[in-house]
């Protein structure tokens, strides 16, 4: 059981991650264009001048995701049973080079 709560709790990040990067490139004017620090796993995950925040709440208000089956407007983690709205998910360039650079996501850890 413990093992299916989380592979549902990763399936959701992606969709959120996958969200995030959906609306970080329809709003590319917020994305900083210059990355002071490379992005890579073990990157502090906070939200800092290298990247835009959006809350999960704003993504499923703007369209971006969708909540639960049961409530639509809700994004709730399987794992802990608490509502993921209020998470902020981060998006910012992993390089510096234009040619090359990639959005990449993450929720941001307290």
Do not use: F, Q
Request: charged share 30%; aromatic share 6%; glycine share 2%.
């Amino acid at each position: 059981r413990e093992d299916i709560l989380n592979k549902t709790y990763e399936s959701k990040v992606k969709s959120v991650n996958n969200a995030t990067k959906d609306w970080a490139s329809e709003n590319l004017i917020y994305v900083p264009s210059v990355v002071g620090n490379i992005y890579n796993e073990n990157v502090d995950k906070s939200c800092d001048d290298n990247c835009v925040c959006i809350t999960i709440n704003e993504l499923i208000v703007k369209g971006y995701l969708v909540g639960d089956k049961d409530n639509k407007t809700i994004l709730t983690n399987p794992v802990t049973k608490e509502s993921m709205n209020e998470s902020l998910v981060c998006a910012r360039y992993d390089s510096n080079n234009i040619e090359t650079r990639r959005i990449v996501t993450y929720i941001v850890e307290d």
